[in-house]
């Protein structure tokens, strides 16, 4: 059974930072691509940071690049977003997803993964 365990969340001020992880179990974590993607209540679900499985390439998604940046620590089987100058529409809560193929496509454009844990709540506020 895959599970992802995304933690970090929390209240940040407007311009600060917070670092999300994931511990990812029940896969062959390398293989697979892993990343985070966003949503609030009532809006779409919004790409934000993928590694793809493999080669371990980052990709970004518009909504926060050049303010995230992502790792991944296999023997850890843990997955990292670090986040920087953080503005209120960044609140809302983040998932850690995988996506079987090993691509990111899915995941940096928000349309799917396989599998995400239950997300942890990112507010920003001053």
């Known amino acids: 059974e895959v599970q992802l365990q995304a933690s970090g969340g929390g209240l940040v001020q407007p311009g600060g930072s917070l670092n999300l992880s994931c511990v990812a179990s029940?896969?062959?974590?390398?293989?697979?691509?892993i990343g985070w993607f966003r949503k609030a209540p009532e809006k779409e679900r919004e790409g934000v940071a993928c590694i793809s499985g493999g080669d371990g390439a980052a990709h970004y998604a518009m909504s926060m690049k050049g303010r995230v940046a992502i790792s991944r620590d296999s023997a850890k089987k843990m997955v990292y977003l670090q986040m920087s100058r953080l503005k209120p529409e960044d609140a809302t809560i983040y998932y850690c997803a995988v996506d079987k193929t090993g691509e990111c496509r899915r995941i940096v454009t928000g349309s799917g993964a396989d599998y995400w844990g239950q997300g942890t709540l990112v507010t920003v506020s001053s």
């Open positions: 029940g896969l062959s974590f390398d293989a697979n691509a």
